[in-house]
């Protein structure tokens, strides 16, 4: 199958601070994609998500952008919170596979 | 609350028992989905469904994995004969035209 990597596994930021994470994909016929957050022991938890034909979505203090250039994905939450904790998963989806390409997650913490 | 509901939420079985997990996705979805997910690791993809119709199959889901969805409402996911590697959290999403939601998962631990 496809690859969907994260470059930062671990990302500590301080409250109040915006966050950046990163994440590369490998097909360029992917469809759309969506960030995911996850507390521990919950399932993951819809954010946001973005087209292929798009460069850019915000949402409620995230934003998601797209580079297909470079095959790359990144989420932008300004004012980090502590409830912001958690790990964030990228996800690309192929309509033709139907299915949904997890990579391994990146673990936010934000420090108060 | 993502509306997609998964029972039980824990469950704990000896090695060989067969276990079976209940799915109940949002209403007017179509598409639902069967991840795995281990400590550390994003999901991994185990099946889809198309209404009742089973479309795809990931080779992680081997003969002792079966999937259901009978009149393309909830789906039921059953191991059979468990073994100390399937312990994992199982995970269900559900989805529309493209946003896909999941249900908080079936943690399933093999002793």
């Known amino acids: 199958g496809e690859s969907v990597g994260l470059h930062l596994p671990t990302l500590s930021v301080q409250e109040g601070d915006n966050s950046i994470i990163n994440c590369a994909y490998s097909?360029?016929?992917?469809?759309?994609f969506i960030w995911y957050k996850q507390e521990s022991g919950k399932g993951p938890q819809f954010i946001i998500d973005?087209?292929?034909?798009?460069d850019k979505r915000q949402g409620q203090r995230v934003t998601v952008l797209l580079n297909k250039t470079v095959k790359h994905l990144s989420l932008q939450i300004a004012a980090t919170q502590p409830g912001d904790s958690a790990v964030y998963f990228c996800?690309?989806?192929?309509?033709?596979?139907?299915?949904?390409?997890f990579g391994s997650g990146t673990k936010l913490n934000v420090k108060p | 609350d993502t509306g997609v509901s998964q029972d039980p939420r824990h469950k704990i079985t000896k090695r060989g028992q067969n276990v079976t997990f209940r799915c109940d996705p949002i209403s007017e979805h179509n598409r639902l989905y069967w991840y795995r997910q281990t400590l550390g690791q994003g999901p991994e993809f185990l099946t889809y469904f198309q209404n009742e119709a089973q479309l795809e199959k990931s080779r992680l889901l081997s003969d002792r994995f079966s999937a259901e969805r009978p009149k393309g409402s909830f789906s039921t996911l059953e191991i059979q004969r468990t073994e100390q590697g399937d312990s994992a959290m199982y995970l269900c999403a559900s989805q529309g035209n493209t946003e896909a939601f999941f249900g908080q998962g079936t943690r399933l631990t093999v002793v």
């Open positions: 996800a690309e989806f192929l309509y033709n596979f139907n299915k949904f390409y």
């Open positions: 097909n360029s016929a992917s469809d759309y």
């Open positions: 973005i087209r292929s034909n798009m």
